[in-house]
């Protein structure tokens, strides 16, 4: 068993604003081995983007890691002083973003972005750099690299600029490559290749990949182990089988059923979550999930389960889990998936029958 | 260039006069001296009533131009657009305003498609305001009714659009479009802005309500999975043509151009098994530019059977019947099959 | 298993808003609270504006008399707090008549250059086209002749009056407002709830002055903000070159046009109107800034 490379640990990062606290990423803890593809899936909020950016120490103003330990090669990286963190960032671990537009300066070429980079950490000799952007450019499978390479982003496609930017955080052959949401922003045709392109500089250069995203279909395809994130919370972790094939957590549950696929029979009606993701300034008590959970029992109310273990290498943070929802509330042959349906149990609070509902709603009702 | 008109869905009757009919429709945006940007080419269908047609592309296949073109919200380059046997492509000014009760629009972006300033109510008794349709407590009972078709709390009629989240903003988009009662209803990237949880709960909505009120649909998207999940027949659009027309049952099974083909291995599939076995059908180059699309068939740039010199970079094939309910504008499409492997 | 029914709101879409949130215009007077510069500046004019009105009805004396010789030219006293000037007639009364003077001629000028300004600005900005050009163009070519000119021309040729006044000055004022409008127009018309607006039904009207003008609001009443103050110094210079407000009739700048042959004996006749005008002028300015920065769009969310 190989020393994971990073390994995070109670991870909690918030944020200060004028509105309140708010809560973004709480007691996160996981870990990538070496080469691993790892994937990061929730929808917006849920903190998987708060939780890439806090290990490269990225996270601006009003938000602050309040505690944790980022674990990278031995060191901790919450405590290193910014000069350290400089250094590792972009030579031992790179990140790429959403948006390569924004991401690359518009008025220098691609070829001397790339070459910052590597001039920037001195991991490559200075007579090599030049040659090895061009390298780069063709590892990334941008035809035509010597000339390209003197071009500027705006002559670039958005699939091009994407692969520039992979190109420029493997140029010091990183360890780890954090992508976030690399392709979210592309035509489906692009992201294919794009999202192929990773699979095989993963296995090329043995750097590991962290692959933020929200979806589904991406992390089966390139990722080997996936964390499942739900308002600021890991709530599940597995292989890629096990998550697709047997997920634990009702929410993974949920989503993936949530989802049309392009091979399934219409015809189907797509099983949806009621309501919405927490207010993470005034989280709920108990399960953060409970308010849409259709497998919910009085403990998630007021207890929030910790995450524990569910089968070999996999790990879930629920009372209930899917198996016991199998076999004791009918999961299987379930239509109506509103919150409570499958186990019945619902909150205590306030009953009023429609009608007389009072004309000014100020407050949501708290579970 | 002939396009002939599209077959009917299975399920619905052929004698049924099409609720919509698209001929020939041009759209080309001037660029300068005596270039354009040819962004809807030349493209020819019919939707009956009932249906639900999905209309999918990528980025500058001109799908969203295609649907504000039949919304009339800018004009035609040439070509005809019949609604219910009225051609508004020749109305002005009332005449066309009059035509608008009949086909209604819903937007892509929840955060820009509603009016800051406008209450919620407000927004949803516009389009009944517009025409002077009712007024009073009959406009306010309407608004109610609106807001509790669409699964939102008939008291917030009050609220502004920013106090809502982006699904809930859908929603009362989707309740605005439904305030006349119209027939048709054209989707333009109704989901695409929302997380995956909540575009489930859109999408069953819309299918709901198709049901309820006997609408059609006409489901403009970029995503494949959730055009062909809820429409009965996809059309697949590349660079301002229509290259393929098909049943949504056998759009996963059986494509007869080879632009589908590659389209379709490229959508991820969330199976790890799946994934490990499929091939992706690789495309050379990138999208030309729609200011100068190829000779021939456009797609012949990036095809992975084209016949380059020969007839596809000469003659632009015309959509034809390939298979029941099938249409496809490929010359090659018996050998789209057997060529491109997507399985490894 | 529980009992209890469910929440209400719980049925409809999770029906609950995810947090009840402030209104657009109660943020912004919210920020602008926070600005004291602002807050001093809607005191001082809240102050002035209550002394105008009053000014209508009671002044300690009529500000067109003229007093006995003894009394002129009088420094501050119990009988007279801001003196007298070179006719014996008192200053704080002629004060508060211009005030009244400035204020109309302020505010009106404003209202005028508010109306013609949005409607032209919205129309071109909206309709683009021949139109556009045309009023472009217009605007364009008389956008360099100095407005302080063109009033003082136009002031001529209309003849005395304070309709007249405020018809000079807005005469120039409105374009700088047509092109902020037409500006505003110009971006939110690519907006897609103006799209969907269109699709529902709208007619041009109801999109123009129910859907653009609502979301321009906030740059529009900085900049009729704005045309106060200047609305005000320029009717005074005109006051001051003696080509303004007629005698008896006391504007500031009269006032002061008076007060400078006088300088030597009585500094007094030209210090109360300069400091009037100063103060007014810039608290209109502040509380101009302090609205622009409260309707900032930039909202920390």
């Not at chain 2, 980025?59 to 609604?83: A, D, F, H, M, N």
């Not at chain 2, 489930?200 to 819309?206: D, E, S």
């Amino acid at each position: 068993m190989t020393d994971p490379i990073l390994e995070v640990r109670n991870l909690s990062t918030h944020f200060f604003t004028d509105d309140g606290e708010v809560k973004a990423v709480r007691g996160v803890s996981f870990s990538v081995a070496p080469g691993e593809t790892l994937g990061i899936v929730g929808e917006s909020g849920c903190g998987k983007s708060v939780t890439a950016m806090s290990v490269l120490g990225l996270v601006q103003r009003p938000g602050k890691v309040v505690s944790g330990e980022i674990m990278f090669k031995g060191h901790d990286l919450l405590k290193l002083t910014r000069e350290e963190l400089r250094n590792i960032r972009g030579r031992d671990i790179a990140m790429i973003f959403q948006d390569p537009l924004s991401s690359l300066n518009p008025v220098l070429r691609v070829g001397y972005q790339i070459d910052e980079a590597m001039y920037a950490h001195d991991k490559i000799a200075s007579n090599a750099v030049e040659r090895r952007g061009i390298d780069l450019l063709k590892q990334v499978r941008v035809s035509d690299a010597e000339r390209r390479i003197k071009d500027f982003p705006h002559q670039f496609s958005g699939g091009m600029r994407q692969r520039a930017m992979i190109a420029m955080g493997l140029s010091n052959k990183p360890d780890l490559l954090i992508a976030d949401e690399p392709t979210t922003a592309l035509d489906v045709t692009v992201q294919a290749q794009i999202l192929e392109l990773l699979r095989d500089l993963n296995e090329q250069t043995g750097a590991a990949i962290i692959l933020i995203t929200h979806n589904l279909g991406v992390v089966a395809g390139l990722c080997k182990r996936v964390l499942v994130m739900y308002a600021g919370e890991i709530v599940e972790e597995g292989t890629v089988e096990q998550i697709f094939e047997s997920p634990q957590h009702p929410y993974t549950w949920s989503l993936l059923r949530s989802v049309p696929r392009i091979d399934a029979n219409r015809g189907h009606r797509l099983l949806s979550i009621e309501g919405l993701p927490p207010d993470l300034i005034d989280l709920p008590q108990g399960c953060k999930f409970n308010p849409r959970c259709p497998f919910r029992v009085e403990r998630c109310f007021t207890e929030s389960p910790p995450i524990e273990q569910v089968a070999p290498a996999q790990h879930a943070a629920c009372w209930v889990t899917m198996e016991r929802a199998y076999a004791e509330m009918g999961a299987g042959t379930i239509t109506d998936t509103s919150p409570g349906a499958a186990s019945g149990v619902h909150p205590a609070g306030r009953s009023l029958p429609p009608a007389e509902v009072p004309a000014a709603i100020a407050e949501p009702v708290s579970d | 260039m002939t396009d002939t008109i599209v077959a009917p869905a299975p399920k619905v009757l052929p004698s049924v006069e099409p609720i919509l009919r698209v001929v020939n429709v041009v759209k080309h945006f001037g660029a300068g001296v005596g270039s354009s940007v040819k962004a809807v080419d030349g493209v020819s269908f019919d939707i009956l009533p009932g249906e639900t047609v999905g209309l999918v592309g990528e980025s500058g296949c001109g799908k969203s131009t295609l649907g504000r073109l039949i919304t009339q919200l800018i004009p035609v380059t040439s070509g005809e657009v019949y609604l219910n046997g009225v051609d508004i492509t020749k109305l002005r000014g009332e005449k066309l305003r009059q035509q608008r009760k009949q086909l209604q629009m819903i937007f892509q972006d929840p955060y820009a498609s509603l009016d800051p300033r406008m209450t919620v109510g407000d927004i949803i008794a516009e389009p009944l305001v517009n025409f002077k349709m009712i007024r009073g407590r009959a406009k306010d009972a309407r608004v109610q009714e609106l807001l509790r078709t669409v699964g939102l709390n008939p008291y917030f009629n009050n609220r502004y659009p920013h106090e809502f989240s982006g699904g809930q903003r859908q929603r009362i988009g989707i309740a605005r479009a439904l305030a006349l009662n119209p027939k048709l209803i054209i989707c333009d990237e109704p989901v695409s802005a929302l997380d995956v949880s909540i575009q489930a709960q859109i999408i069953n909505l819309l299918e709901d309500l198709q049901r309820e009120f006997e609408l059609t649909y006409l489901f403009i998207a970029h995503d494949l999975s959730v055009v062909r999940h809820i429409s009965n027949r996809v059309m697949v659009m590349y660079l301002g043509k229509i290259c393929e027309v098909a049943p949504s049952e056998d759009l996963y099974t059986s494509q007869e151009h080879p632009y589908t083909r590659a389209l379709l291995s490229s959508i991820p599939v969330p199976d790890p098994r799946i994934e490990s076995r499929r091939r992706l059908v690789e495309l050379s180059g990138e999208i030309p530019s729609p200011l100068n699309p190829p000779s021939g068939c456009r797609f012949h740039t990036r095809c992975p059977i084209a016949q380059v010199p020969g007839v596809c970079a000469d003659v632009e094939p015309p959509l034809e019947l390939k298979g029941e309910g099938h249409l496809a504008a490929c010359h090659f499409s018996e050998q789209v099959r057997t060529k491109i492997a997507v399985t490894n | 298993m529980a009992t209890a029914t469910t929440p209400i709101l719980e049925e409809y879409a999770g029906g609950t808003i995810a947090r009840a949130q402030v209104g657009l215009w109660r943020d912004g007077f919210r920020r602008l609270r926070r600005n004291r510069l602002a807050l001093a500046a809607l005191i001082y004019l809240t102050v002035l504006v209550l002394v105008a009105i009053i000014a209508i009805f009671w002044t300690p004396y009529n500000p067109a008399t003229i007093l006995p010789n003894t009394l002129t030219f009088l420094g501050p006293s119990a009988g007279h707090p801001l003196g007298t000037d070179d006719l014996g007639r008192d200053l704080l009364s002629r004060m508060m008549q211009g005030a009244q003077i400035s204020l109309i001629v302020g505010v009106g000028t404003s209202a005028i250059v508010l109306t013609v300004g949005v409607v032209v600005g919205l129309i071109a900005g909206y309709f683009r086209g021949w139109i556009d050009n045309v009023i472009s163009v217009f605007i364009n070519i008389f956008y360099g002749i100095p407005g302080i000119l063109v009033a003082i021309i136009l002031y001529l040729i209309l003849g005395h009056g304070l309709g007249n006044i405020m018809i000079a000055i807005s005469a120039t004022a409105w374009m700088d407002m047509a092109r902020l409008v037409r500006g505003q127009a110009f971006s939110i018309r690519e907006r897609e709830y103006i799209e969907a607006a269109r699709a529902s039904g709208a007619r041009s009207g109801k999109i123009l002055f129910g859907h653009i003008l609502p979301n321009s609001l906030g740059p529009i009443i900085v900049q009729a903000t704005f045309v106060i103050p200047i609305a005000i110094l320029t009717e005074a210079f005109l006051s001051y070159l003696g080509l303004g407000i007629p005698s008896p009739l006391a504007s500031w700048g009269s006032i002061a046009s008076e007060g400078y042959a006088a300088l030597p004996l009585e500094p007094y006749m030209m210090l109360w109107p300069a400091v009037a005008l100063s103060l007014t002028l810039l608290a209109f300015n502040f509380l101009g800034d302090g609205l622009r920065d409260a309707f900032d769009p930039r909202q920390r969310r």
